[in-house]
């Protein structure tokens, strides 16, 4: 529990720091424990820790069920979306947020998963995952889509809440070229969807272990963290499945 708690302690603690140097806004720090043990998770929970992400469908549901004690935890789903495994995510105890809806079919799966399984009768957070690199091996929609796919999550998907926009961006960035290109992107997307939609306010979710800092300098509200708590991750030798 000490090792968590100076871990969780050091990280939250950079970045409230640097959220209050920027925009005097503490950002989220979503503590990202996959293919870590349930009992890492707890440990982190007895630190003082709420929220946490997964990227693997059948892994977070499992935890979520080993941990469903915990009365306020809160689970993020941050790894790629296909539409037949919607349903089987909404079952998950305490989901709180889906940082990846990409495209019409997963969100209306989605949707309709949670109107039939949420835990809850409040709406599902959602952020709309932006291909900010536009490279090929990335999930996301483009953003010349996110209006449309806005719109649709807005109109078409009752059991849904668009919380914000969401991009893990080109790998290995080089900060000394200056601002990463892909978070001025999606803050971008974030702005033009603010305008095209007259909503009042949209969370920007980007930003990882290497970039945290920076991506709250820039504006993020939602920094995904994992190695910098848990550490390395050992990745069994059989493929997870989603």
Same mark, same amino acid.
């Given at each position: 529990?000490?090792?968590?708690?100076?871990?969780?302690?050091?990280?939250?603690?950079?970045?409230?720091?640097?959220?209050?140097?920027?925009?005097?806004?503490? #950002?989220?720090?979503?503590?990202?424990?996959?293919?870590?043990?349930?009992?890492?998770?707890?440990?982190?929970?007895?630190?003082?820790?709420?929220?946490?992400?997964?990227?693997?469908?059948?892994?977070?549901?499992?935890?979520?069920?080993?941990?469903?004690?915990?009365?306020?935890?809160?689970?993020?789903?941050?790894?790629?979306?296909?539409?037949?495994? &919607?349903?089987? !995510?909404?079952? &998950? %105890?305490? !989901?709180?947020?889906?940082?990846?809806?990409?495209?019409?079919?997963?969100?209306?799966?989605?949707?309709?998963?949670?109107?039939?399984?949420?835990?809850?009768?409040?709406?599902?957070?959602?952020?709309?995952?932006?291909?900010?690199?536009?490279?090929?091996?990335?999930?996301?929609?483009?953003?010349?889509?996110?209006?449309?796919? #806005? %719109?649709?999550? !807005?109109?078409? &998907?009752?059991?849904?809440? !668009?919380?914000?926009?969401?991009?893990?961006?080109?790998?290995?960035?080089?900060?000394?070229?200056?601002?990463?290109?892909?978070?001025?992107?999606?803050?971008? &997307? %974030?702005?033009?969807?603010?305008?095209?939609?007259?909503?009042?306010?949209?969370?920007?979710?980007?930003?990882?272990?290497?970039?945290?800092?920076?991506?709250?300098?820039?504006?993020?509200?939602?920094?995904?963290?994992?190695?910098?708590?848990?550490?390395?991750?050992?990745?069994?030798?059989?493929?997870?499945?989603?």
């Amino acid at each position: 529990k000490q090792w968590y708690q100076r871990r969780v302690a050091i990280t939250a603690g950079n970045s409230a720091l640097e959220a209050h140097r920027t925009h005097d806004n503490r #950002a989220r720090l979503v503590a990202v424990s996959k293919t870590k043990p349930a009992e890492d998770v707890e440990a982190a929970y007895a630190a003082g820790h709420r929220h946490f992400g997964e990227n693997y469908v059948n892994e977070l549901v499992e935890k979520s069920l080993q941990l469903q004690h915990l009365p306020d935890i809160r689970w993020h789903f941050i790894g790629n979306l296909q539409k037949k495994n &919607c349903s089987k !995510l909404t079952t &998950c %105890r305490n !989901l709180a947020v889906v940082e990846t809806v990409d495209s019409e079919k997963v969100a209306r799966a989605l949707n309709n998963g949670w109107l039939r399984n949420g835990d809850t009768d409040d709406e599902l957070d959602v952020f709309i995952q932006v291909n900010t690199s536009r490279e090929e091996q990335k999930s996301g929609c483009m953003p010349e889509s996110v209006v449309s796919l #806005a %719109r649709f999550i !807005l109109d078409e &998907c009752s059991g849904l809440r !668009l919380r914000g926009v969401m991009t893990i961006g080109q790998f290995g960035y080089d900060w000394s070229q200056g601002d990463n290109p892909d978070f001025m992107e999606l803050l971008r &997307c %974030r702005d033009v969807l603010l305008k095209d939609l007259e909503l009042e306010k949209l969370e920007i979710s980007m930003g990882m272990s290497e970039d945290y800092a920076e991506a709250i300098r820039m504006g993020s509200t939602n920094v995904r963290v994992g190695s910098k708590i848990f550490g390395a991750r050992d990745y069994p030798n059989k493929k997870l499945e989603f």
